[in-house]
């Protein structure tokens, strides 16, 4: 008897409501006669692949009438003798319900760990507005008609910094050791070099070998859900940590936008923030480790990063971030910790985020700061 391959996701995104979003975005106008191809970065190699796509937000069903993958070339380009098509329980397309998801059958194309793929989809009845994950840090390419063939790219003559319908793609590898980072716009990546993977996701993966998956997305909330920045995290945590394939931990970084939303008026999409006290956090958090012990994986607590300066920043929030890590730190309550805050803080401010991994908004690393925190979180694996 055959043995039954086990897939292992590879690459992930966490999906969310059609939005405005940080910069310009197709979610609300969604597509038509189009074409869409993405990139994205997997971290586990295999010579099986499938995909995961997600109309969780979507109020009609959506219609995928094809789908290739492919190892990734320039730009919207293809490699030469990858491209796959990919079938739906043996046909060519599918149709997703709404709130609803698929997966692919399996495609024949040998990938290496931390090589990038594209996906492409063509979308041939108007969509409606799109689920997607607004902050990708990579192009996305559009062009009019089926391009599913298209080898060098030149059909898709528009970009986008944001994911769509994909959520996961997942390769036979056979591995039981990923980790998921969850949180908000720091494991999604802000500050890092967009089209250069230099997430953090990305330099831990790097550092341990291990497929790490992103479950961050921008804005997000442990406590409460937002419009613009995804359902709050003890809700989404299921659908984007717990059904993911060969994971054996979570680094949870979560809860700096509960504390510091309420601390600014100039931002009309902090709104409504709700003045959150630690113990409430604590109390969410407590329920992330409960979810995934439940689930067998190690659930590893990260100390909030330095955010003096900041639109974040208030004397309020200050207590409740130090409440906080010290509770993350001293209770052993999780599996492991790791103290982020003092990897990344400024040594004569500690308040603060020390200049040189400082994007410039004195609340996201950049490419150096995630650097030092893939470094430290890889010591708990």
């Given at each position: 008897m055959e043995a039954v391959a086990v897939f292992t996701t590879a690459w992930t995104a966490s999906p969310q409501l059609p939005a405005v979003g940080f910069t310009p975005n197709w979610s609300q106008e969604g597509f038509w006669r189009q074409s869409l191809r993405q990139v994205v970065r997997i971290g586990a190699g295999g010579g099986r692949v499938r995909i995961r796509l997600s109309n969780a937000y979507g109020t009609s069903p959506l219609r995928i009438a094809g789908a290739t993958v492919a190892r990734a070339g320039e730009g919207a380009g293809v490699e030469p003798g990858s491209l796959r098509r990919l079938t739906f329980e043996g046909a060519g397309g599918v149709e997703i319900p709404a709130r609803g998801q698929v997966a692919s059958d399996p495609a024949e194309l040998v990938v290496e760990a931390l090589e990038s793929v594209t996906v492409t989809l063509h979308l041939d009845a108007a969509t409606g507005p799109a689920t997607f994950h607004a902050q990708a840090f990579a192009t996305s390419h559009r062009g009019e008609g089926d391009r599913l063939d298209d080898l060098d790219g030149d059909g898709f003559g528009e970009t986008s910094e944001s994911w769509y319908f994909l959520s996961a793609v997942e390769v036979d590898a056979g591995r039981t050791d990923g980790v998921v980072l969850f949180g908000d716009?720091?494991?999604?990546?802000?500050?890092?070099?967009?089209?250069?993977?230099?997430?953090?996701?990305?330099?831990?993966?790097?550092?341990?070998?291990?497929?790490?998956?992103?479950?961050?997305?921008?804005?997000?909330?442990?406590?409460?859900?937002?419009?613009?920045?995804?359902?709050?995290?003890?809700?989404?945590?299921?659908?984007?940590?717990?059904?993911?394939?060969?994971?054996?931990?979570?680094?949870?970084?979560?809860?700096?936008?509960?504390?510091?939303?309420?601390?600014?008026?100039?931002?009309?999409?902090?709104?409504?923030?709700?003045?959150?006290?630690?113990?409430?956090?604590?109390?969410?958090?407590?329920?992330?480790?409960?979810?995934?012990?439940?689930?067998?994986?190690?659930?590893?607590?990260?100390?909030?990063?330095?955010?003096?300066?900041?639109?974040?920043?208030?004397?309020?929030?200050?207590?409740?971030?130090?409440?906080?890590?010290?509770?993350?730190?001293?209770?052993?309550?999780?599996?492991?910790?790791?103290?982020?805050?003092?990897?990344?803080?400024?040594?004569?401010?500690?308040?603060?985020?020390?200049?040189?991994?400082?994007?410039g908004d004195h609340l996201h690393p950049n490419d150096a700061g995630y650097e030092v925190m893939a470094e430290e979180v890889a010591g708990c694996f």
């Open positions: 716009s720091i494991v999604d990546g802000f500050g890092s070099t967009p089209g250069a993977n230099r997430r953090w996701s990305d330099a831990l993966a790097e550092r341990t070998g291990r497929p790490v998956l992103g479950a961050g997305i921008g804005g997000n909330l442990l406590l409460n859900d937002s419009a613009w920045y995804g359902e709050k995290g003890v809700r989404r945590f299921g659908r984007d940590v717990l059904d993911q394939a060969g994971v054996e931990a979570v680094v949870v970084l979560l809860g700096l936008n509960d504390i510091g939303f309420s601390e600014t008026d100039e931002q009309p999409t902090y709104k409504p923030a709700p003045v959150v006290e630690a113990e409430e956090l604590i109390d969410g958090y407590r329920e992330l480790i409960r979810q995934a012990r439940g689930r067998g994986l190690r659930a590893i607590g990260a100390t909030l990063l330095p955010f003096g300066g900041s639109d974040h920043w208030g004397e309020r929030a200050a207590k409740v971030s130090r409440e906080v890590n010290g509770w993350i730190l001293g209770a052993g309550e999780w599996d492991a910790v790791v103290d982020l805050n003092e990897v990344v803080a400024d040594p004569e401010d500690p308040d603060r985020l020390r200049g040189v991994y400082d994007f």
